[in-house]
């Protein structure tokens, strides 16, 4: 009997101490493991811009470049080149020179985005790499993760300019808080086949 009451005994002090929380420095994780900062999201899209992309996409996603570039010319102050070029005929260039602007356009809208102040303006930029200073994009400077999709975006010449403190060359689109297409732009030399 004093057998059975001693090994009841035990088993009760066994389901205490397994009822007890681990310590502390069992549950917090090594000290040696590093975290990355989390990128902030940015807020919830405004419905004018929502509205916009998926016009934007549409058109793009159908093969639609006149629609696109007719869309374009409906926007106050919108650019898609540096020369001046009619958006219509920038963009047929681009494809001669075997860049398909409407593809660009499709795979930016899938990136993630950043909200810029531009005067009293938000704009919504994508990619939103292309929202961040040179210095800021120097690869020393950026995740792993970031460091990659930014090579993947503009490539090894375009990482280059980057580093001789020249801004984002890849392609890139911003839209405003009001639903206002700014621009759909890049930089030449950073274009498809020297990426």
């Known amino acids: 009997?004093?057998?059975?009451?001693?090994?009841?005994?035990?088993?009760?002090?066994g389901c205490q101490e397994?009822?007890?929380?681990?310590?502390?420095?069992?549950?917090?994780?090594?000290?040696?493991?590093?975290?990355?900062?989390?990128?902030?999201?940015?807020a919830a899209l405004p419905v004018a811009v929502v509205a916009k992309l998926e016009e934007i996409r549409d058109l793009a996603e159908r093969g639609q470049l006149?629609?696109?570039?007719?869309?374009?010319?409906r926007e106050p102050g919108f650019k898609s080149n540096f020369g001046g070029e009619r958006h219509y005929d920038h963009w047929i260039l681009l494809r001669r020179t075997g860049v398909d602007p409407?593809?660009?356009?499709?795979?930016?809208?899938?990136?993630?985005?950043?909200?810029?102040?531009?005067?009293?303006?938000?704009?919504h930029v994508w990619p939103d790499l292309a929202a961040r200073d040179p210095e800021d994009l120097l690869p020393e400077r950026l995740s792993f993760r970031d460091r990659a999709r930014?090579?993947?975006?503009?490539g090894e010449t375009g990482l280059d300019r980057i580093r001789a403190g020249e801004p984002y060359p890849g392609f890139r689109l911003a839209v405003t808080d009001t639903g206002r297409w700014v621009y759909f732009l890049h930089e030449s030399g950073a274009e498809e086949g020297e990426e």
């Open 102 to 123: 409407l593809a660009k356009l499709t795979a930016l809208l899938d990136e993630p985005h950043a909200d810029i102040l531009v005067g009293d303006e938000t704009w």
């Open 1 to 13: 009997m004093r057998v059975g009451v001693f090994a009841a005994a035990l088993v009760a002090a």
């Open 18 to 42: 397994a009822a007890e929380p681990a310590s502390p420095e069992r549950a917090l994780p090594s000290e040696t493991l590093v975290e990355l900062p989390a990128t902030p999201e940015p």
């Open 150 to 154: 930014l090579l993947d975006l503009i």
């Open 66 to 73: 006149r629609r696109l570039s007719r869309l374009a010319e």
